[in-house]
């Protein structure tokens, strides 16, 4: 034992010697290390943790853990009502139970629950800032010397990150949801989709107009084909077929297989004739172009959709009003959060008789009017020529106008 002290003490000693010989070393180098990154001290300012307080975590965990069990509640009153409702179309069609789950209600469920999120905000700040007021914390919070714009502090806070989640869901994540969901309502619940089309023309290149007399998306056919192109306002090409197939596993978009074609060339006052019973061709249309369902627009990611948008308009089409509505119907709705929760504190923080019941109705037809506003601005844009833009931001200015208002006479 004696011997493996003294090894023990020797190595320490040895240890010892070599921080004392390098000691003035390793000091350099960490001033010098110090000293290049003393740049990024002003991180230590811009950290927003840095300003969040011991009564902003009190607030947002309320705010939060509410928003979810609201969510969480009226989305389960939701499915209940849901499969009474198609629970005979499900057995009829002989829906698998894992389709059921996995394909329709693994998607309805956040579909819903981002299209009512406004609705589940209002009602998350209602409810527990009531409690709160009806506590009396909210009134020793302001004897405290806490102002109300203080107190909005962690309010806002939680709206950021709920409209970023929002948004986040509805640009990228639901659109490829709903298709799956849309896929299963057509095979099990309602056997109605629009999958043909007749007399389609449209513009698909800059003085190029296609033209099908009849398309059927089952097969991705079309069948009395042609296709016009243009220069100076004069024919100059025309080419017809019989069949014109899309080519769906190709590795690039727009390739075309057509049957039976012809194409006659115009130089002038001479015509050049070519034909032959099957050509590969590239054309700037696919089948989405084409057909349209209802609800086709909520099936396309943000980029998607402002790629179709660019695309529909050089193409000079018309039928881009409801894309446009839904494009930044998503961006306005995103901000509901913030106009909302500001009108649920101003209404519920004041401490009166009678409970919550007063402002959780108010909160209630404020949401509700939200929402319809919504729906009616969206259907005047698509009906009206409204200017979408306008169209879908009409509610947030409304309620804006409502949420400085109530601002203005909130307790101070």
Same mark, same amino acid.
């Given at each position: ?45 811009? $950290? @927003?943790? /840095? %300003? ?5 975590? %009190? ?7 509410? %928003? ?27 829906? @698998? ?13 956040? =579909?819903?629950? $981002? ?59 639901? @659109? ?22 007749? $007399? ?14 009849? =398309? ?6 079309? =069948? ?35 049957? $039976?074609?012809?194409? /006659? ?104 009017? =939200? ?16 200017? @979408? ?17 109530? %601002? ?5």
């Amino acid at each position: 034992m004696k011997r493996k002290n003294i090894r023990r003490l020797r190595h320490l000693l040895h240890i010892l010697r070599w921080w004392r010989e390098h000691t003035t070393a390793l000091r350099r180098a960490m001033a010098w290390i110090a000293k290049k990154l003393g740049f990024l001290r002003f991180l230590v300012y811009i $950290n @927003p943790l /840095r %300003y969040i307080k011991v009564l902003d975590w %009190y607030i947002i965990r309320k705010f939060i853990g509410t %928003y979810i069990y609201s969510i969480a509640l009226i989305i389960s009153i939701s499915i209940v009502f849901d499969v009474n409702e198609n629970l005979a179309k499900f057995s009829q069609y002989h829906a @698998p139970l894992k389709a059921v789950v996995f394909d329709y209600y693994a998607n309805f469920v956040p =579909y819903f629950a $981002n299209l009512f999120s406004p609705l589940f905000v209002f009602i998350a700040v209602i409810f527990f800032t009531s409690k709160l007021a009806s506590n009396s914390e909210i009134i020793s919070m302001l004897a405290a010397g806490v102002s109300f714009k203080r107190l909005m502090r962690p309010y806002m806070i939680s709206c950021v990150l709920i409209s970023t989640l929002s948004f986040f869901l509805s640009a990228y994540i639901i @659109p490829h949801g709903t298709v799956i969901r849309q896929n299963f309502e057509t095979m099990y619940k309602n056997k109605k989709k629009n999958t043909s089309a007749d $007399n389609v023309m449209l513009q698909v290149d800059r003085g190029v107009i296609a033209y099908i007399q009849h =398309y059927d998306n089952n097969m991705k056919k079309g =069948y009395g084909f042609s296709l016009d192109k243009f220069e100076n306002k004069k024919l100059v090409s025309h080419m017809t077929a019989m069949e014109a197939q899309y080519d769906t596993i190709s590795d690039s978009k727009y390739h075309w297989t057509l049957a $039976n074609w012809k194409v /006659r060339e115009l130089r002038g006052l001479k015509e050049h004739i070519t034909s032959g019973a099957q050509r590969d061709t590239v054309i700037m249309m696919e089948p989405t172009d084409l057909v349209y369902s209802k609800g086709q627009q909520e099936t396309f990611t943000s980029p998607e959709l402002k790629e179709y948008i660019s695309k529909q308009m050089n193409r000079g089409s018309s039928n881009v009003v409801q894309y446009q509505v839904e494009y930044h119907k998503r961006i306005a709705s995103s901000f509901a959060s913030f106009i909302l929760t500001t009108i649920g504190l101003s209404l519920s923080s004041r401490k009166r008789k009678g409970g919550m019941g007063m402002y959780l109705g108010i909160g209630l037809a404020l949401s509700f009017g =939200y929402i319809m506003l919504q729906t009616v601005s969206s259907t005047f844009a698509i009906n009206a020529n409204t200017p @979408p833009i306008i169209a879908a931001w009409i509610p947030n200015i409304i309620f804006a106008i409502v949420a400085y208002f109530c %601002y203005k006479k909130a307790p101070n």
